[in-house]
C-alpha cells in the first residue's frame, strides 16, 4: 500500500483560519479520492502558521478498474434506434454490444464499457491543483503576476505518493518533495519521501511543531510551569491559547513583568490590553486571585540570550498600550456619567428607530414598568436605564468595545461613592431602602445634572448599597451575552437587562429586521434567548404579550419621530435655499397627524397585536430550544403553547407538571382515552361535515357510563379550574386523572354512533366535553404518541 | 541555508534611514525624496498609490513625512506625534521572495533575528480615502508593530494587476525599539559622538509644541472649510481636463484640510462622514482616471 503526503507551503496564514483550512483541504483531499474511486486508509491532517498538510495511507498504486453498463434497446427495435444507442454508446457495430434477456422485456442490446484504472499519480496530479484553485479561504488574494488566489502567496507545493513527487504545476509553482522549517532555526529546504521522514525532519531540524494539538499543549503545560516556578497561577483562556497555537511553528514560553502600578487599572481593562493587542496571557497570585503584575507570552524561537530581550521589548510595549489605558481612564473618570449620557443623542442605534439615547428613554420607561414585577425599586430601575449606555461614548469603550457594561459599573462606582461633601451626606438617606428623593427623579439626564446638588446627578444622595445596585446593574444589563454566561440575578439589574433587550426586539420586529435563516447580524436569537433564561433562571412572573404591545407603540412613535425629523431637516433645507415658508409648518401638520393616527388609531392597535404574535412565536421558539437542551420533551411544548400562555414561567410549570402526568398510568390511559375521543370526533365530523357544537344533553342519557362520565367531567373540571386558579399544575392534572376511569366505561360499555341521531350527536357532544376538558392543561392533540 | 545574521546597530535615528535606503537601492528600488505636500500616511504619495495602478513595473522607496493633526500632543506624549516619518516602499510586481527582502532589511538595521521574536501577524490594510486594501500583517518585533505588509489587491476601487507589495515602517517606533528608548525626544537624531549631537527633541519638539496648538486651537476653521472647498472645486476640474495628478495633489491638499478640521472638533458625526465621502470621491476619481491613462499609455 502506498501513502500521499501533500502539503501546502504558504506566507503567513492568519491564525483564526488554520484550523477550518486544515479541515477543509482534507475534506476536499479525502472527497476527490473517493469520487475517483480510490479507497485508502489512515488520514492525518496538520496546520500551522505556514503550512497546510495532509497524508493518507493505505493507498492503491491505481485505482480500480470499472465495467460500465449502458442499456440500449431491444434486439428487434427498429434500425434508427439502434444506430442512435451505438452513437451515444461510441460503439461502431452492433457486434460490440452483448445481448441480455430478461422474462418480461426479452432480449435486449447492452453496452458494456471496461475502464481502466489509472494510476494514483496521474489522479492526484488532475485532483490537487482542482482542489488548490477552487479552494475557499475567507479572504483570499492575488500576488504578482498570477492568476491564482490563496490566503498569503503559495511558496511551495509538496506532493510525494509512494516515495515519489507527482509532477504538476499550478500558476508557475512546480510541485516538488521540499518542506521549509522555521526561518531561523531550521530553514531548510529538507527532502522528504514519507510522512514518517516529514514529521520527523521538521521536528528535529526544522524547529516546525506540525500538529496543533502538540503545540497547544505545549504551551499550556510551558505557560503553567513558568508560572509555577515563580509562585504564580496562569489565568486561563481557551481563545487566546487557540490563537496563538497559530502563530508559532515553535512555540517558546516567556514570563514577562510589568509595573505594578498598572495593576491599579481594572483587571477586565488589563487583561484585555493584554490578550487584545499583545495575545498575552495574564497572570494570578494564587494567594489573593487578583492579577499579578506579569504576563505570559509566546514567542516562536529559543532565543539565543534565553529570552531576555524578547521579555524586555514585550514589556515596553505592553507599557506603552497600558499607559494609553490609564490615560481614558483618568479621563473618563473625569466625565460625570450623565455628562457621557448626553452624547448618546448624537449616536444612532438603528437609524430607523433614532439614536442610542432613544433607546435609553424607552428602556428607562419600561424598566421602570418591570420594576415591580422583578421585585425592584422602580426608580433606581430607571436610574440604571438611563446610566446603562453612558459608557459607550468613554475613551475606554472606545477602545475596547467588549468593556461596555463593565466600565460603566466602574465608573459609576467611582462617580457614586467618591467621598462627597459631609453636608449632603447628612441629608442624603441612610439605610437600603428607596432614596428620599427617588420620586423626583428627573425626567432627562440633562436636567437631572444642573438640578441636584454637587452635580452628582443618577447618583447622588444615594446609600452606598443603592449605588452598587445601579453600579451592577450598569455592568451587568448586558447579560446573558451566551450560553455559558450567567443571567443578572440582582431585581434592578434584571430590570434593565429585560427592558434592553425587550427594546431592542420589539423595535427590530417593528422595522421588520428579523433574523432569516442563519443571518441574524443583530444578535436578535441571543437577546431573546436571554429573555428566557432571565425570566426563568429567576422566576419572574410576566405576561410578555402585554409589554411588548405596550413597547411597540414607544417603538412606532420613534420611528415616525425619524421620518419626522428627516421631513423636517430636507423642508429646513429646502426654505434655506429658497425660502419656501410655509413649508416647515405643511410638513410638520402633516407628520404629526400621522403619528397620531399611527399610534392611537385601532389599525396600529392591530398591527401591535398582529406583531407581538409574531415576537412571541420567536420567544416561543426560543423557550423551546432551551427547554429542549435541558431534556424536555418537544410535543408538550407545543402542547402547552397552544393554550396561548405568555408567562414562560407557568409555561415551564405547566410542561413539567404535564410530563410527570403522562409518565403515570393514569396519564398515559388519559392520553389515550384522548386521542379515542378525538379520532371518533374527526371521523364523524368529516362524515356530517359539520362540526360537533352544543351542550351536552343530560336527559339524553340511556345508559350509566355516559352519566358517570359526564358528572365526572363536571367535577374535574371544576376541581381543575380552581387548582389552576392557584398555579398549582400537579393538582390540576391529579383532578383531570379521576376521568380516566369513567373515559374507559364510556369506550367499553357505550356505542358512540348509536342509531338514533339524537342519541349519537349527544354523545359526540360528550366526546368534545373530554376534549374540552383536557385543554385547560394543554392541547392534548399535540402530544405524541 | 545558514541563520540569518544582524549587523551591527546603527548609530542613530538617520544613520537608520541610511541604511534602510541603501538596501533598498541595491534591491533595485528608485530611491525618491517626500513628496512636497501634507500627507496622512506615507502610502498617499503618489508614487505608491497611483503606481500601483496600471500595468507598468516599478520599484521605488522615500521617507515620507506624516501629518496627523489630531495625534499631536504638545510634546507632551512619550510615542504620539503629530508629525512622524514613515518608510515606504512599494514593489511592483512584488517578488517571490519579498518576505525574504523584509527580513533582511531588518536585519540590515541591527535586530538580531536569533535574539528577537519577529511575527508575521493577520492585519488586512484598508484606506477608504482612496479606494485601497489588500492584504497582509502587522510585523511584530518582540510584540512591537515595526512595519504594516501589505500586498495591494485594489486601489481606487480597481483591481491591480500586477500586484505590489508595499511595506511601511513606522520609523520613529522602530528606532526606539532598536535604540530601547521610551521616549521618543531622546532618540539620537544623528550620531551622539559627533560634533553636534542633536536628539528628536532637539530637532522637533518645538514644532511639537506650536503644531499642536495650531491643530486644536488656532485653525480658523472657516478659513479652511473655504480653502476645503476650493480645493474639491480644482481637483474637480483637473480630473475633467483629463490631468490626474494635479487633480490627486488637490485631493491630497482638501484631505488634509479636512484632517485640520476635524481635529479642531468642529464637525458632527453626519458631517464628518459627508467630508470623508467628498476626499474619498476626489481622490478616487483621480486615481481612476490615472488608471485609465496608464492603461492607454502602455497599449501604443
Excluded at chain 1, 496564514?13 to 488554520?18: F, G, K, L, N, Y
Excluded at chain 1, 442610542?356 to 425599586?377: C, M, N, S, T
Excluded at chain 1, 429573555?531 to 405596550?550: C, S, W
Aim: charged content about 25%; proline content about 5%; overall charge negative.
Amino acid at each position: 500500500m502506498a501513502e500521499l503526503l501533500l502539503e501546502l507551503f504558504s506566507e503567513e496564514i492568519p491564525a483564526r483560519m488554520q484550523a477550518k483550512a486544515e479541515a477543509d483541504l482534507r475534506d476536499a483531499l479525502t472527497k476527490g479520492l473517493g469520487e475517483a474511486g480510490v479507497e485508502f486508509g489512515d488520514v492525518v491532517a496538520r496546520s500551522g502558521p505556514r503550512r497546510l498538510m495532509v497524508a493518507i495511507s493505505g493507498l492503491p498504486e491505481k485505482s480500480a478498474d470499472v465495467s460500465e453498463e449502458k442499456k440500449g434497446p431491444k434486439t428487434d427495435a427498429p434500425e434508427k434506434a439502434i444506430e442512435g444507442f451505438l452513437r451515444g454508446a461510441g460503439l461502431s457495430s452492433i457486434d460490440q454490444a452483448e445481448v441480455r434477456s430478461d422474462p418480461k422485456k426479452g432480449d435486449f442490446y447492452v453496452a458494456v464499457r471496461e475502464i481502466p484504472g489509472r494510476p494514483l499519480e496521474d489522479i492526484i496530479a488532475g485532483l490537487v491543483p482542482e482542489i488548490v484553485r477552487g479552494f475557499h479561504w475567507p479572504k483570499s488574494m492575488r500576488w504578482g503576476r498570477g492568476e491564482l488566489r490563496w490566503v498569503r502567496p503559495l511558496q511551495r507545493i509538496l506532493c510525494v505518493f509512494n516515495g515519489k513527487t507527482v509532477e504538476f504545476e499550478i500558476d508557475g509553482l512546480k510541485s516538488g518533495n521540499e518542506t521549509e522549517g522555521h526561518r531561523v532555526h531550521g530553514r531548510g529546504p529538507f527532502k522528504v519521501s514519507s510522512y514518517a521522514e516529514y514529521k520527523e525532519t521538521l521536528q528535529e531540524k526544522g524547529f516546525v511543531a506540525i500538529a496543533r494539538e502538540d503545540r497547544r499543549l505545549l504551551i499550556e503545560e510551558q505557560a503553567q510551569m513558568v508560572c509555577a516556578q515563580a509562585g504564580l497561577e496562569l489565568v486561563e483562556d481557551k481563545g487566546l491559547l487557540e490563537e496563538v497555537t497559530g502563530l508559532a511553528e515553535w512555540p517558546v514560553v516567556i514570563l514577562g513583568e510589568m509595573d505594578p502600578a498598572f495593576l491599579s487599572l481594572p483587571p477586565e481593562v488589563v487583561q484585555l490590553s493584554m490578550r487584545t493587542h499583545q495575545k498575552y496571557f495574564a497572570v494570578r497570585d494564587p494567594k489573593t486571585g487578583e492579577l499579578a503584575p506579569n504576563f505570559v507570552v509566546v514567542a516562536n524561537i529559543e532565543a539565543s540570550d534565553g529570552g531576555k530581550a524578547i521579555a524586555a521589548g514585550n514589556s515596553r510595549v505592553l507599557s506603552a498600550r497600558l499607559d494609553d489605558a490609564r490615560f481614558f481612564w483618568e479621563q473618563d473618570k473625569a466625565t460625570p456619567l450623565e455628562k457621557m449620557a448626553e452624547k448618546l443623542a448624537t449616536i444612532d442605534f438603528k437609524k430607523e428607530l433614532g439614536t442610542i439615547a432613544d433607546k435609553v428613554e424607552r428602556v428607562a420607561a419600561l424598566a421602570r414598568e418591570l420594576a415591580p414585577k422583578v421585585g425592584a425599586d422602580p426608580d433606581m430601575a430607571e436610574r440604571a436605564a438611563r446610566l446603562a449606555k453612558a459608557d459607550l461614548v468613554s475613551g475606554m469603550v472606545g477602545e475596547f468595545p467588549e468593556l461596555q457594561g463593565v466600565m460603566g459599573r466602574y465608573y459609576a462606582l467611582e462617580q457614586g461613592l467618591a467621598p462627597i461633601d459631609p453636608h449632603s451626606r447628612a441629608t442624603s438617606p441612610a439605610g437600603g431602602g428607596r432614596s428620599a428623593d427617588a420620586d423626583g427623579v428627573p425626567s432627562s439626564p440633562v436636567d437631572g445634572g444642573g438640578a441636584r446638588q454637587g452635580g452628582g446627578g443618577l447618583l447622588s444622595g444615594l446609600a452606598e448599597d443603592n449605588v452598587r445596585k445601579i453600579a451592577d446593574a450598569i455592568g451587568d444589563h448586558y447579560k446573558p451575552q451566551g450560553p455559558s454566561d450567567a443571567v443578572p440575578t440582582e431585581p434592578v439589574a434584571i430590570a434593565v437587562a429585560l427592558a434592553d433587550k425587550l427594546d431592542t426586539l420589539v423595535g427590530f420586529w417593528a422595522i421588520d429586521e428579523k433574523p432569516t435563516g442563519s443571518k441574524d447580524p443583530f444578535a436578535l436569537r441571543r437577546a431573546a434567548l436571554g429573555v428566557v433564561r432571565i425570566v426563568l433562571e429567576n422566576g419572574v412572573r410576566l405576561r410578555l404579550a402585554p409589554m411588548i404591545v405596550a413597547q411597540y407603540e414607544l417603538e412606532l412613535f420613534a420611528i415616525e419621530q425619524q421620518k419626522y425629523n428627516k421631513q423636517f431637516d430636507a423642508a429646513s433645507k429646502a426654505e434655506a435655499d429658497s425660502d419656501l415658508s410655509g413649508l416647515i409648518e405643511m410638513v410638520t401638520d402633516n407628520s404629526m397627524s400621522i403619528v397620531d393616527e399611527i399610534i392611537f388609531g385601532s389599525d396600529a392597535k392591530l398591527q401591535a397585536w398582529s406583531h407581538s404574535k409574531d415576537l412571541l412565536a420567536f420567544f416561543a421558539d426560543r423557550l423551546k430550544q432551551y427547554l429542549r437542551d435541558q431534556g424536555a420533551r418537544h410535543d408538550l411544548i407545543d402542547a402547552v403553547f397552544a393554550l396561548g400562555e405568555d408567562d414562560l414561567v407557568l409555561i415551564v410549570k405547566r410542561v413539567e407538571a404535564l410530563a410527570a402526568f403522562l409518565e403515570t398510568e393514569d396519564g398515559a390511559n388519559l392520553l389515550a382515552g384522548y386521542k379515542r375521543a378525538a379520532n371518533i370526533l374527526k371521523a364523524e365530523e368529516k362524515k356530517d361535515g359539520a362540526a360537533v357544537e352544543g351542550d351536552v344533553d343530560a336527559s339524553l342519557f340511556e345508559q350509566e357510563e355516559e352519566r358517570a362520565l359526564h358528572t365526572a367531567i363536571e367535577t374535574a373540571v371544576s376541581r381543575a379550574d380552581a387548582a389552576l386558579e392557584a398555579e398549582d399544575f400537579e393538582a390540576a392534572m391529579a383532578a383531570l386523572a379521576e376521568l380516566r376511569g369513567p373515559v374507559d366505561a364510556f369506550f367499553d360499555g357505550v356505542t358512540v354512533n348509536a342509531d338514533d341521531e339524537k342519541l349519537r350527536a349527544n354523545r359526540l357532544r360528550l366526546l368534545t366535553s373530554i376534549r374540552a376538558a383536557l385543554f385547560c392543561v394543554a392541547d392534548f392533540s399535540k402530544i405524541a404518541g | 541555508m545558514t541563520a540569518p545574521v544582524a549587523r551591527e546597530k546603527p548609530a542613530s535615528f538617520q544613520d537608520l534611514i541610511l541604511r534602510l535606503q541603501a538596501y533598498w537601492a541595491a534591491q533595485g528600488c528608485a530611491i525618491l525624496q517626500p513628496y512636497d505636500m501634507e500627507v496622512g500616511a506615507g502610502t498617499l504619495h503618489p508614487a505608491t498609490v497611483l503606481r500601483a495602478l496600471g500595468p507598468k513595473d516599478w520599484r521605488a522607496a522615500y521617507v515620507q513625512p506624516s501629518r496627523r493633526p489630531a495625534d499631536a500632543r504638545y510634546g507632551e506624549n512619550p510615542n504620539r506625534l503629530g508629525h512622524y516619518y514613515q518608510y515606504q516602499v512599494i514593489l511592483k510586481p512584488n517578488p517571490a521572495d519579498l518576505q525574504d527582502l523584509y527580513l533582511n532589511s531588518l536585519y540590515e538595521i541591527g535586530i538580531d533575528p536569533t535574539v528577537h521574536d519577529i511575527r508575521f501577524v493577520e492585519d488586512d490594510w484598508e484606506n477608504p480615502t482612496v479606494g485601497a486594501w489588500g492584504l497582509g500583517w502587522e510585523v511584530w518585533c518582540d510584540g512591537m508593530e515595526v512595519s504594516q505588509y501589505t500586498y495591494f489587491q485594489q486601489v481606487g476601487g480597481l483591481d491591480v494587476f500586477p500586484v505590489s507589495g508595499e511595506l511601511t515602517y513606522g520609523l520613529e517606533r522602530l528606532a526606539m525599539y532598536v535604540f530601547g528608548v521610551d521616549n521618543v525626544y531622546n532618540l539620537p537624531f544623528n550620531d551622539p559622538a559627533s560634533q553636534t549631537p542633536l536628539s528628536y527633541g532637539d530637532v522637533f519638539l518645538q514644532n511639537e509644541i506650536e503644531q499642536s496648538a495650531f491643530n486644536f486651537e488656532l485653525a480658523d476653521v472657516e478659513m479652511l472649510q473655504t480653502w476645503f472647498s476650493g480645493c474639491e472645486k480644482q481637483s474637480t476640474a483637473l480630473r475633467e481636463a483629463g490631468k490626474p495628478l494635479p487633480a490627486y495633489d488637490y485631493a491630497l491638499k482638501a484631505s488634509h484640510v479636512f484632517n485640520l478640521i476635524d481635529a479642531r472638533g468642529a464637525i458632527s458625526p453626519t458631517e464628518r462622514q459627508a467630508f470623508i465621502a467628498r476626499v474619498r470621491d476626489l481622490a478616487r476619481g483621480a486615481a481612476e482616471k490615472w488608471a485609465e491613462q496608464e492603461a492607454e499609455r502602455a497599449a501604443v
